[in-house]
């Protein structure tokens, strides 16, 4: 009925499919479907990954329906076409190879071209969307993609993009005993008021 009404409201513009999902999380908060659909409607009205992702997890950890959910959960980050969605597209994938999950070569394809615009010859520097993926599982996963058939561009192409994330990798490394040095720095310097004394000398 959730999809039905969601086919209808993408036609027509009237039903509401979140009142169904919701009330089949209701009863079964496990729900697979309900989970997967649900988050997959949060992407469709414009709502951050971040509001949609605990469906799609939900529906993950079931452990049913794998590539069902992943289809919808793919689907929904790429029609976001944006910053954060590009993001998002990357951090899924990237889960999917840890997981060893089969990806689709339209979704590695957009992945693909995600790193490409970040990192390539002419990179696009996004004012948000910052991908929550550490740089190195970034590097692991675009050498992943760019192996597929059909999904990688020109070889200078791959080259720039995985020079680009060393060199991230080698500024990362050179700030960390700085971010740490600091980080200490910070903690000693804390105090409490009970360190706080006030000697008054005796006249």
Sequence with gaps: MGWATFLKWRETGTGDPASLYRQALEIDPHNVYANTML??????????????????????SSGKERLFVRSFQLAAVRNRNNETGDAELVRVVNSMRQQNEPLDERSARAAYVVFERRYGP???????????????????????????????GRAEVNDVVVATLHNAMRREATLAPERDATATCEGTQTTTPGDRRTHKSRS
Excluded: N
């Excluded at 988050?39 to 009205?45: D, R, V």
């Excluded at 414009?46 to 469906?55: D, L, Q």
């Design 122 to 152: 002419r990179p696009r520097l996004p004012d948000e969307g910052a991908i929550d993926v550490p740089v190195p599982d970034q590097l692991v996963t675009f050498t992943w993609l760019a192996r597929m058939p059909g999904v990688s």
């Design 39 to 60: 988050g997959h409607w949060l992407m469709w009205q414009g709502e951050p990954p971040s509001a949609a992702r605990p469906y799609f997890d939900a529906a993950i």
